[in-house]
């Protein structure tokens, strides 16, 4: 049986440190770093998501504030409000809750976002400085993953590390922090042909395609990592609202040497460092050194 990678333990211990360094911000530059965070739309899992962001980002002493925007608003009011809190002092990060509604083209909103309070790390010149190796605001959840796998494996540098997925949000910055590590990168998609055998050569499998359970337990090589970032709720009458990942745990975890959970993997990991990354913004935009708690 593989070890399970304790992402809520992880976090937990992430986010303390958070609230130290948010403190420290307070007493030595009486700063507090504010968090904005916009939802356009119903959307449940969204509506979870926000929830979360906002009841962490206060429990660590942050401002938090919540924009919730109708389903039929225009890109342009949107567009309106995002350059608003681009100009707004308190505001040190600004986070836009994905997907948007159709008539909203999420690109042009995400890159309307100031680079320097992007803490998503999906802007344009984010993703740039980071396939170059420049400072940058690292997307949340693939900054998770490299926390996770820096906790189980320690030195990453010459491991065959194979990512499912080649998404702008998970795979294609997981292979670019992969490769900052020195590892051996594979980016598969679908497109793949035979991936089960592509992924037997791998010593960290990093699963993100939305597929439910699909990387199974014959895919993997003995003793390997395996970091399952899929969120998916299966609601068929005998499953009434499970959460699973893209992994078949039941399998994997016979054969990997560790793996995340789903939940309490992945998940948790990407809130915290979206906190951390608000404090990075923030230290950055008043030029003040980021505090050792987090560095
Ligand atoms: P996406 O739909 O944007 O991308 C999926 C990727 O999987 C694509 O690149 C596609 O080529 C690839 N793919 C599809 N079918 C495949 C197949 N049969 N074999 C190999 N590759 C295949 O998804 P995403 O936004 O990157 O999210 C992936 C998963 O991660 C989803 O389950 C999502 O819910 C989850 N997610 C979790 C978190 C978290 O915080 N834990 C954050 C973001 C996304």
Redesign the pocket.
């Known amino acids: 049986m593989s070890t399970v990678i304790d992402g809520k333990s992880l976090a937990r211990t992430l986010r303390s440190r958070i609230k130290q360094a948010v403190s420290e911000l307070q007493v030595e530059h009486n700063v507090v770093p504010g968090l904005a965070v916009v939802l356009v739309g119903e959307d449940p899992a969204s509506q979870v998501y926000v929830r979360s962001k906002a009841r962490q980002t206060v429990e660590v002493g942050m401002q938090s504030f919540e924009h919730r925007l109708s389903d039929n608003t225009s890109e342009g009011n949107l567009v309106q409000l995002v350059e608003e809190l681009n100009q707004k002092m308190e505001v040190n990060g600004i986070l836009v809750q994905l997907p948007l509604p159709g008539q909203i083209n999420a690109e042009r909103i995400i890159n309307t976002i100031s680079a320097n309070k992007d803490v998503d790390g999906f802007h344009v010149e984010n993703t740039g400085r980071l396939s170059i190796g420049a400072d940058s605001l690292i997307p949340c959840?693939p900054a998770?993953c490299l926390m996770l796998l820096k906790h189980a494996v320690g030195d990453l540098s010459g491991q065959n590390a194979i990512i499912?997925?080649?998404?702008n949000?998970?795979?294609k910055p997981v292979a670019q922090l992969l490769l900052q590590e020195h590892c051996t990168v594979t980016i598969?998609?679908?497109?793949?042909r035979d991936?089960p055998s592509i992924c037997r050569q791998a010593d960290i499998v990093i699963a993100?395609?939305?597929?439910p359970e699909?990387v199974k337990g014959d895919w993997i090589k003995p003793g390997a990592t395996v970091i399952d970032?899929?969120?998916?709720r299966i609601t068929d009458e005998s499953e009434n609202g499970k959460l699973v990942g893209?992994v078949d745990h039941a399998s994997v975890s016979e054969v990997a040497g560790a793996i995340t959970p789903v939940p309490g993997g992945?998940?948790p990991m990407?809130i915290a460092c979206l906190l951390q990354n608000t404090i990075i913004a923030t230290c950055r935009q008043r030029q003040i050194k980021i505090p050792e708690a987090i560095s």
């Open positions: 959840t998770g499912l997925g080649r998404s949000i998970v795979g598969a998609h679908s497109r793949t991936l993100a395609v939305g597929i699909m970032v899929g969120i998916n893209d992945v998940g990407t």
